[in-house]
Nanobody, 117 residues
Framework: QVTLVESGGGAGQPGGSLRLSCAAS????????MGWDRQAPGKQRELVAN????????AYADSVKGRFTISRDSAKNTVYLQMNGLRPEDTAVYYC??????????WGPGTQVTVSS
């Protein structure tokens, strides 16, 4: 079983920055990709960004391209989400996810990000 622990959420201002972190522990063998989803009140959960641990290849939702950057420390099974140029519509609960080569996916409990002036 993989345990994911997110940190770094909180309140930010429009145009500001926040950085999220997610550390995986437990049965981390075989994890090849990690990433972030988010869910805003009344909306469906959406992919924000994901990254391959081996080579750092990343993909982003169109809504965050150019503003958010995902990175990883493969040795620590940790991923980061640097969020710049925050907008009120970025307000959501952000969930870390991890996928392994055995077809299993795991999610963290989520961390709240609120963007307001």
């Amino acid at each position: 079983q993989v345990t994911l622990v997110e940190s770094g959420g909180g309140a930010g201002q429009p145009g500001g920055s926040l950085r999220l972190s997610c550390a995986a522990s437990g049965s981390t063998f075989g994890i090849y990709g990690m990433g972030w989803d988010r869910q805003a009140p009344g909306k469906q959960r959406e992919l924000v960004a994901n990254i391959l641990l081996a080579n750092g290849n990343a993909a982003y939702a169109d809504s965050v391209k150019g503003r958010f950057t995902i990175s990883r420390d493969s040795a620590k099974n940790t991923v980061y989400l640097q969020m710049n140029g925050l907008r009120p519509e970025d307000t959501a609960v952000y969930y870390c996810n991890a996928n392994n080569q055995f077809g299993n996916a795991s999610w963290g409990p989520g961390t709240q990000v609120t963007v307001s002036s």
